[in-house]
Nanobody, 116 residues
Framework: QVQLVESGGGLVQPGGSLRLSCVASGFTFRDYPMRWYRQAPGKERELVASISRFGGITNSADSLKGRFTVSRDNDKKTVYLQLNSLKPEDTAVYYC?????????WGQGTQVTVSS
């Protein structure tokens, strides 16, 4: 079955950086675009970034461009999200996502907290 396992979150000071990872299994990873979402307390889940099957096309939310970068390693079946210049408003649970046979699959999420 499809499984997504995120890691790499934590507590970081404003201006700091984190690298999130999502390891996938249960499907042919290289055949599917991948996405990162986040959900802050009391807010709806929002799309952060997406990446095409071979990483040639990436997109980030306009407000995050220049700070967040998505990448993938198809041999390792892993998608990454590099978070730089973090701000308190980036505090959220970050999820990776794949749409497999029209069904959305999600990992358990990894908490990112930006605070001094």
């Amino acid at each position: 079955q499809v499984q997504l396992v995120e890691s790499g979150g934590g507590l970081v000071q404003p201006g700091g950086s984190l690298r999130l990872s999502c390891v996938a299994s249960g499907f042919t990873f290289r055949d599917y675009p991948m996405r990162w979402y986040r959900q802050a307390p009391g807010k709806e889940r929002e799309l952060v970034a997406s990446i095409s099957r071979f990483g040639g096309i990436t997109n980030s939310a306009d407000s995050l461009k220049g700070r967040f970068t998505v990448s993938r390693d198809n041999d390792k079946k892993t998608v990454y999200l590099q978070l730089n210049s973090l701000k308190p408003e980036d505090t959220a649970v970050y999820y990776c996502n794949v749409q497999y046979w029209t069904i959305d699959y999600w990992g358990q999420g990894t908490q990112v907290t930006v605070s001094s």
